[in-house]
């Protein structure tokens, strides 16, 4: 009963969610993200349609639906990342070797613990939760940078980052627990990553009930200053003050 | 294949992230200027006057009195002092490096290696600050200068290569470490 009234609110909140953003136009500013949207309200819909008249050939149909949902999920890091950096081409290149060195560390970290154990010997549940790690350790790179840099997001973006951030976090602590413990009682974790994602949602429908423009971030008035003689300058400010701190305990 | 806890703690960090996100807890605007203003409102201080904040000859001159309420009211005073001196000195730090990241982010040719090094900078001194604070509220402020000394005298009678060197060139080595 419980896990059909989950099943219900998740598909009505997310036609709720697509009618706002066609109707405020959003699928012009996001693309992709509105590209995932429709294909995990297909995805809902044709699972819940199987699991009623085709329960047998359910579960393959999830872990392969899963596994394109995971891939579909990167472009949505891609287009926070080419949204919110659009304004700061030098941060958005840092931001972007940045992601890179994640993605080339958590897969080089995959490939040399388990060679050979990629594809065929790891479970459906498990490749998941590697993918999911990925994604986490990608989205956390960015959110740092754009923490860091004070990179200013519309709400919209900022609803998109918080909401598939829940669920990325979510996902990996459910896959892990789930991979540590075996199935277990359900009552544990099962619902966990569908109440996060019931809480996704209403962040999402939320943030992007209407379109709200980004605020425009103030320029520093530099006097050409070039980004070496920048450094050179907060370095030697920093050097100061480490003096300063040097001194009162210097014996 | 990846550490449990290692999964556990990539869920914990992302959710910690996502909090200051949602909170606007980054290097706001808004934020930077109540720095400004309370850079215009201080007056930096003196190296001088902070040399004397943490020396215990002041200390001594009041001990000398043997007035144990004029000691802990002077020693409560200087702890006041010292605490606002760290305060005021993290505080420049902040305005540094939010004017960094201000200009730094309009740069084309910023550069990740060197933004990591000036960050890795920029912690050590927060570090350094907060741990100065923690001394500051448990030991009295001249008591920092004490524990250094103290460290440094322990760190020279356990270093092996020092107690190795004979004894006219220990002798200026310490001179040298004192003019310091």
Redesign the interface.
């Known amino acids: 009963m419980l896990t059909q009234a989950i099943w219900w609110s998740t598909i009505i909140l997310e036609v709720v969610i697509l009618v706002r953003v066609s109707s405020e136009s959003l699928y012009r500013k996001f693309p992709i993200f509105c590209s995932y949207l429709v294909y995990v309200l297909l995805e809902e819909v044709t699972r819940f349609v199987v699991f009623h008249w085709w329960p047998g050939i359910y579960p393959d149909l999830y872990w392969d639906s899963q596994f394109v949902g995971v891939l579909v999920g990167c472009g949505v890091i891609f287009e926070i990342y080419r949204v919110g950096l659009k304004e700061f081409p030098g941060t958005a290149r840092m931001a972007r070797n940045l992601l890179l060195f994640v993605f080339a560390m958590v897969f080089a970290k995959a490939l040399v613990t388990s060679p050979g154990a990629w594809w065929s010997g790891l479970t459906a549940v498990k490749l998941e939760r590697d993918l999911r790690i990925v994604q986490s350790g990608a989205l956390l790179a960015l959110v740092a940078v754009l923490l860091l840099y004070a990179i200013p997001l519309g709400n919209n973006l900022k609803g998109i980052t918080m909401g598939y951030g829940i669920f990325l976090g979510a996902s990996v602590l459910e896959l892990t627990l789930m991979i540590r413990l075996g199935d277990g009682p359900p009552a544990l974790w099962a619902y966990l990553r569908s109440a996060a994602y019931l809480a996704v949602l209403l962040i999402w429908l939320l943030n992007l009930w209407s379109y709200r423009d980004a605020p425009k971030p103030s320029r520093a008035i530099t006097l050409d200053e070039d980004y070496n003689m920048l450094v050179a300058n907060t370095r030697r400010r920093l050097q100061k003050t480490r003096l300063a701190l040097g001194k009162v305990v210097r014996p | 294949?990846?550490a449990?806890f290692g999964?556990?703690g990539?869920?914990?960090?992302?959710?910690v992230?996502?909090f200051?996100?949602?909170s606007g807890?980054?290097?706001?605007?808004r934020d930077?200027g109540d720095l400004e203003i309370a850079d215009t409102r201080e007056a930096s201080c003196p190296?001088e006057v902070?040399?004397q904040i943490?020396s215990a000859r002041d200390l001594q001159f009041v001990a000398r009195e043997a007035s144990p309420p004029l000691q802990h009211f002077f020693i409560g005073e200087r702890r006041r002092v010292a605490i606002g001196w760290i305060r005021r000195?993290s505080l420049?730090?902040r305005i540094?490096?939010?004017?960094?990241?201000?200009?730094?982010?309009?740069?084309?040719?910023?550069?990740?290696a060197?933004?990591v090094r000036?960050?890795l900078?920029?912690l050590r001194?927060r570090c350094?600050?907060g741990l100065?604070l923690a001394s500051a509220m448990v030991v009295r402020p001249s008591g920092?200068?004490e524990?250094?000394?103290y460290a440094?005298e322990l760190f020279r009678r356990l270093d092996p290569a020092h107690s190795l060197l004979p004894g006219p060139e220990r002798a200026s080595s310490r001179r040298l470490?004192?003019t310091?």
């Open positions: 294949m990846i449990f999964c556990i990539v869920a914990v960090l992302l959710f992230l996502l200051f996100l949602g807890s980054g290097m706001d605007e930077l190296s902070v040399k943490f000195t420049d730090l540094a490096m939010r004017e960094h990241v201000r200009m730094a982010r309009e740069k084309e040719d910023i550069d990740a060197t933004e000036v960050l900078q920029y001194l350094l600050c100065l920092l200068r524990l250094a000394v440094s470490h004192s310091r």
